[in-house]
């Protein structure tokens, strides 16, 4: 498998449920990040892992919740979310600040 | 104010003809611009990267144009088909940070 790959692809969730979103990259890059990607709008990063440091937390709500356990994972822990936090939610990776790939989404629609 | 700003929001045109989407840009210090291409429901997929050195880049079909003294860039798609309906993204970086300045996209849609 090749690529950038998050699961699920869709998920919807009540405000009260706790749900974790998926991504792991097999290209060999240092740096991994999660966006949100609203209608119209233009995306926005959330966080920024490098080597799995934390090097970025873009005053994200504390109901997000990032964890990265190694260099090819990362997960979006999600808990008490809002409907406006609905949204198609984008991982990437990239080595250093080069060209970013990114997954294929997950469209999260919380009730 | 958003520092990538793109033009048109969205533009309808036949198969086999040419558009040209606007990229307009204040962020500094810049490093490089790079053009995404994003089908509905897809993640991004990156088409061009330009330095600011480089005046112009093509990919296939499509050729991006950089005019770093007057913040511009432009992505121009030739002949055009049915698959290039997506959405285009102008990404702007600043010189060695994880962080990029996105434009909102401009949604082309071509018909036969």
């Known amino acids: 498998e090749t690529g950038v790959t998050q699961t699920p692809r869709h998920l919807v969730m009540g405000m009260t449920n706790k749900k974790s979103l998926k991504c792991e990259q097999h290209l060999g890059h240092n740096a991994m990040y999660w966006y949100k990607q609203s209608a119209k709008k233009p995306l926005e990063l959330m966080f920024v892992y490098n080597f799995k440091e934390q090097t970025e937390n873009n005053s994200v709500p504390s109901r997000f919740s990032p964890e990265c356990p190694n260099s090819s994972h990362l997960f979006l822990h999600l808990h008490t979310l809002q409907p406006e936090d609905s949204a198609l939610y984008l991982c990437?990776?990239?080595?250093?600040?080069?060209?970013?790939?990114f997954g294929e989404g997950s469209r999260l629609t919380v009730l | 104010k958003n520092q990538v700003e793109q033009s048109p929001q969205s533009l309808i045109i036949l198969e086999g003809k040419n558009c040209t989407l606007q990229?307009?840009?204040?962020?500094?210090?810049?490093?490089?611009l790079r053009w995404y291409k994003q089908d509905t429901g897809r993640g991004p997929v990156s088409l061009t990267i330009?330095?600011?050195?480089?005046n112009t880049k093509s990919n296939g079909r499509y050729t991006a144009t950089l005019d770093a003294d007057t913040k511009q860039s432009s992505l121009h798609i030739t002949a055009s088909q049915l698959s290039d309906s997506a959405s285009y993204i102008c990404v702007v970086s600043l010189s060695n940070d994880y962080k990029l300045s996105f434009g909102a996209g401009t949604t082309v849609t071509v018909r036969a």
């Open positions: 330009m330095t600011f050195s480089e």
């Open positions: 990437a990776s990239s080595q250093h600040t080069g060209e970013l790939f």
């Open positions: 990229c307009n840009y204040t962020v500094s210090p810049f490093s490089n």
